[in-house]
């Protein structure tokens, strides 16, 4: 018996009328980037530039 015997006649999924699919633009914004750490580059340059001044 193969791996895959009990699953190779099965019929393919169909999408459901009640909910349909979610546009594709749609389900690509939920994966866009965002800012979570709102502050965290000029926080980031702060120090750095008080580095460079030590140095």
């Known amino acids: 018996m193969n791996g895959y015997d ?3 006649n ?3 999924w169909e999408p459901s009328r009640k909910h349909p699919r ?3 633009i749609d ?5 866009a ?3 979570a750490l ?4 000029q926080m ?5 530039q008080e580095v ?3 140095i």
């Open 44 to 48: 980031v340059e702060e120090a750095e």
């Open 22 to 24: 979610m546009p594709r």
């Open 27 to 31: 389900r690509a914004a939920q994966f």
């Open 10 to 12: 099965v019929p393919h």
């Open 52 to 54: 460079r001044n030590q």
């Open 38 to 41: 709102t502050g965290f580059d």
């Open 6 to 8: 009990d699953i190779i």
């Open 33 to 35: 980037p965002f800012a």
